[in-house]
């Protein structure tokens, strides 16, 4: 009650009422119509926009439940990735923390991975700007047979290895879509 009354601007009798009244079997028109002094006067379209945000809230608490029960079927379900899991608020942040958890098959960086590049992808993002040469770190890791035929081979994997990290990372995923949001045009 109290998310769906902050979204819409309303109080939480007016929504608590509407659910009521749905729950009582009334029809939108009729509680628009009729029963106006318990919603507080609101409108159908206003009362739809209950109803729409309580079956969002519904679908949400659906999706986070599927995904606690498919981390926990894995093994990798912890308190605090439950807990984390339970305060989000969208299917796309749930959809942020699924990407997270199951990276998807095939990818460029895990490839690199798998051509054991994650050591220099790990040390290129602890050095930063003030690291050595980039193409000196990847020299250590050239090897024609598995692939990668000089350091810029072995640089081009750790950096898709990087880029993979930063893209499952969902406080910084969070962060963007925020600020698109926020700060956006179209």
């Not at 098959?105 to 050095?127: F, H, I, Y």
Request: glycine share 8%.
């Amino acid at each position: 009650v109290q998310r769906i009354a902050e979204r819409l601007g309303l109080t939480r009798p007016q929504v608590a009422a509407v659910l009521a009244l749905l729950n009582e079997g009334l029809a939108i028109p009729f509680i628009a119509a009729y029963r106006k002094a318990r919603t507080g006067g609101l409108d159908d379209r206003q009362i739809r926009d209950v109803v729409d945000g309580f079956e969002l809230l519904l679908e949400l608490q659906d999706r986070r439940q599927a995904l606690v029960d498919e981390l926990d079927k894995a093994g990798v379900l912890s308190d605090e990735l439950k807990h984390a899991i339970e305060e989000v608020g969208s299917t796309a942040g749930l959809e942020d923390w699924r990407f997270m958890c199951f990276p998807p098959e095939g990818t460029p960086g895990r490839r690199a991975k798998e051509l054991g590049l994650k050591p220099l992808a790990e040390k290129m993002r602890a050095a930063g700007e003030a690291a050595e040469d980039p193409r000196e770190m990847a020299a250590a890791f050239v090897a024609p047979e598995r692939g990668l035929p000089d350091a810029e081979a072995a640089l081009a994997g750790a950096k898709e290895i990087v880029t993979e990290q930063i893209a499952r990372d969902v406080l910084l995923r969070d962060r963007v879509r925020e600020t698109t949001w926020n700060e956006g045009s179209l």
